[in-house]
């Protein structure tokens, strides 16, 4: 008997890490495109940039956001603004099929009605790396994190509620959705340095849409 026949298929299962927290393994792969034209009218508004850590470290990661809420870090602290720093304005809107993926993806995981207010993207290059941290800046912490993964492949640490915890190591590639909440919400989390490569539509670059419902 071939039991794959009842299978999901190999690009779209759901992977769970954890009670609360689950891949969606290719969930954003019939919106890469459209997220990714999206993306250059986002970086054409707000250009990505290199924030600076409240203790003085520039982040190799460049970031830059849209929606009302923009996730900001200077000597100050971190914060949400709704207005991009550099610019004085406003951040770029969310596009409807931003909020339409986030909410779809939120859902699956078994959190219904999340509507995000803030997305934070991140761009990252061969050696680029994101510390082993907590989103912990969002007034309401019973709203998930919905994160979508385009371009080169990386490696996704998720770790525990201590930042010492085991952490595990998920591949996380082009089109994946990881989405944490309830009891994961703040479990620590970072990416390793990006392995050099080239992905067909993001060349030699990942990029990485956080969505959260921050206000
Ligand atoms: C983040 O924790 O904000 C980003 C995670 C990722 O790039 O996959
Ligand atoms: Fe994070």
């Not at 997220?35 to 003085?56: N, S, W």
């Not at 190591?169 to 309830?182: E, I, M, N, S």
Request: with cysteine; net charge positive.
């Amino acid at each position: 008997m071939n039991l794959d026949l009842f299978a999901p298929s190999a690009e779209r299962r759901d992977e769970p890490l954890c009670d609360g927290a689950v891949v969606l393994r290719g969930f954003a792969l019939d919106d890469a495109a459209a997220l990714l034209r999206a993306i250059d009218a986002i970086a054409a508004q707000a250009p990505f940039r290199h924030l600076v850590t409240p203790g003085g470290f520039r982040m190799s990661v460049g970031m830059t956001n849209a929606g009302p809420l923009g996730w900001v870090s200077d000597r100050r602290g971190y914060r949400y603004d709704p207005v991009d720093p550099e610019s004085g304005r406003p951040w770029p809107a969310l596009a409807p099929s931003f909020l339409h993926l986030a909410g779809a993806a939120a859902a699956q995981a078994g959190f219904d009605g999340f509507v995000p207010d803030a997305c934070l993207v991140n761009r990252y290059v061969p050696g680029t790396r994101l510390s082993l941290h907590q989103d912990r800046d969002e007034r309401d912490l019973g709203q998930p994190i919905v994160s979508v993964s385009l371009g080169l492949p990386a490696t996704f640490l998720f770790g525990g509620m201590q930042r010492t915890d085991r952490q595990r190591r998920v591949p996380l590639a082009h089109g994946d959705v990881a989405v944490w909440g309830g009891p994961a919400r703040l479990r620590f989390h970072g990416v390793l340095p990006l392995k050099p490569g080239h992905h067909p539509s993001l060349g030699e670059c990942r990029i990485n849409l956080t969505f959260r419902r921050a206000g």
